[in-house]
């Protein structure tokens, strides 16, 4: 938390600064962000058939880009949507500075990045704080991922015979900015639907429904739609 208090600050003056970014990444768009996205798909394509992104180097790469340069900070919040295909990505930066006997200053951005398309998210934060009285510079860069298949919305057999496992794996680099090995922390999780529950809605009296809704064609009647959002979740 950051509180300004003029009465018992030292700083003459203040410096408040927000932006706001949203690129649009996807094949209709200009032939440049088309090139993107068809490095995108290929590069998503092997992610999703083998490891998952490796967001512990993302986050140890951000952290120490940042402490060169604000450019390149920017420039690798944009790797957010890096691997994603037909990527939407959207970023916010705010900053306070403090002036006077002492100067400080803090800054926080956030990268967001999804897809109408696929099912893949991805988020990379950044924040710095240099405090009034400290010589010392303080960073943590936030990188994780959550990759999830194509499940189909309007078909419950598909649906009910995708698999709708989801990676979910994120990391944070921190400490001291000037630092070239930040301390780390990592998480890596695995969402999935357990043959019980995918029987249990197999079972289900509305899934019965469904069947019998989906031989006249109404693949959107009430009880298809609830029972493939049923088969879509995870326990």
């Known amino acids: ?3 300004y208090n003029p009465e018992k600050s030292s700083a003459k003056y203040a410096k408040f600064s927000a932006s706001y970014e949203g690129i649009d990444y996807s094949s ?3 032939a440049e962000s088309g090139n993107r996205q068809s490095h995108n798909k290929h590069r998503g394509s092997q992610e999703r058939s083998g490891a998952r992104d490796n967001a512990a180097a993302e986050a140890k790469a951000g952290f120490v880009a940042a402490a060169r340069s604000n450019s390149q900070r920017q420039q690798h919040l944009k790797q957010a949507a890096s691997s994603i295909e037909d990527a939407y ?3 916010v930066a705010v900053e306070a500075e403090f002036y006077g006997e002492h100067r400080a200053q803090y800054a926080a951005a956030v990268a967001y990045s999804s897809s109408p398309v696929t099912n893949d998210q991805a988020l990379m934060a950044f924040a710095e704080m240099k405090p009034a009285k ?3 510079e303080y960073a943590a860069f936030l990188s994780s991922n959550v990759r999830a298949p194509n499940v189909p919305l309007a078909n419950y057999h598909k649906a009910i015979e995708t698999d709708p496992t989801t990676y979910v794996e994120a990391a ?3 400490g001291e900015k000037s630092a070239s ?3 780390m922390a990592s998480l890596q999780g695995k969402l999935r639907q357990t043959n019980e529950r ?5 079972r289900h009296p509305m899934s019965a429904l469904c069947e019998q809704q989906m031989q006249q064609g109404n693949n959107m ?3 298809c739609q609830n029972a493939t959002a049923s088969a879509t979740k995870q326990d």
């Open 1 to 3: 938390t950051v509180t």
């Open 28 to 30: 209709d768009n200009s």
């Open 89 to 91: 990505l959207q970023m």
């Open 134 to 136: 400290n010589s010392k």
């Open 172 to 174: 944070i680099a921190f």
């Open 181 to 183: 090995s930040p301390a």
């Open 198 to 202: 995918r029987e249990f809605i197999r």
């Open 221 to 223: 009647q009430p009880a």
